[in-house]
């Protein structure tokens, strides 16, 4: 596997790739890999010629400067996982390498009401932070497909927005979300939960389950979303939204009327023992 930290001596080794007419695929990543990055790498492989993995936790990105500091760096470990995986290629930039402008910036991506709601609403200015560094990666590594996962469902849909906006050629591949033997979805941030917490944190599966099975039975939408929120609440959580949405144009709605044929997800956000999770689910429908 090669490893590059400067984007001047990857665009070069790139420039060679695509001489040969290999096609590249693209997985952006902020370390502390797990099987859900793996499972990425294992879909660009089957889809593309040559893969390429960044590892580059994005400051711009982080309301909280505390979750920033949090974020879990294992780049020894993640370097032994790529490898086995057989990624080709590692780009390891540091803030200045992708920043040489500054952190601040009049940048606006018009992302409209998709990123102000759900973690858009909690998280302001998130999703500029998104855009911003994956813009500059694309440009940098140019590739024909960009792969990522479900799990960060709304994330997926403000890259699939950046792309339009930037009348990129790139395709985004969005691939299920990868879930533990009970459930929960695969995430850098379990490693910080206690024991107890990381049992504990099933119930967020085990709403999603419910609500899916109980979805075009006839029931209110809203009243299961509040069900879901309170049991969440009752169980120890700090819950910040439990919503159920249709995806229209690219956008996500809130689901106040039978949805025919449209796509309908759940997505919720929960605090549990100080860590953030988040997941969702698709009620029906394709993304």
């Known amino acids: 596997m090669y490893l590059f930290k400067r984007s001047t001596d990857l665009k070069k080794h790139l420039d060679l790739v695509r001489k040969n007419n290999k096609s590249i695929g693209f997985v952006p990543t902020m370390g502390a890999l797990h099987d859900g990055h793996l499972s990425l790498i294992q879909a660009a492989r089957k889809n593309t010629d040559v893969v390429i993995c960044s590892i580059f936790v994005n400051p711009t990105q982080f309301n909280d400067p505390k979750d920033f500091e949090k974020y879990p760096i294992t780049i020894e470990e993640d370097i032994k996982k790529l490898n086995h995986a057989s990624t080709d290629i590692l780009f390891l930039p540091s803030v200045e390498e992708m920043y040489p402008e500054g952190l601040e910036s009049d940048l606006h991506y018009d992302f409209g009401d998709l990123e102000t709601i759900l973690e858009g609403k909690f998280r302001p200015g998130h999703f500029q932070g998104v ?23 709304q994330q997926c849909l403000i890259i699939r927005r950046l792309l339009q906006i930037t009348h990129s050629p790139v395709k985004l591949v969005v691939c299920p979300t990868e879930r533990e033997k009970d459930g929960l979805a695969m995430s850098s941030r379990n490693t910080r939960l206690s024991p107890a917490a990381r049992k504990k944190a099933t119930a967020i599966y085990h709403e999603l389950m419910t609500i899916k099975n109980n979805f075009g039975k006839g029931l209110y939408f809203m009243e299961e979303a509040l069900e879901a929120f309170d049991h969440l609440k009752k169980e120890g959580f700090e819950p910040e939204y439990v919503d159920i949405l249709q995806l229209e144009n690219g956008m996500l709605r809130p689901l106040d009327q039978p949805p025919g044929d449209a796509t309908v997800v759940v997505a919720l956000a929960a605090w549990l023992d100080g860590v953030r999770l988040i997941d969702n689910m698709i009620l029906q429908g394709s993304l």
Do not use: E, N, W
């Open 131 to 153: 855009g911003r560094i994956v813009h500059k990666l694309l440009d940098i590594v140019q590739p024909d497909q960009l792969f990522m996962g479900q799990k960060d469902l």
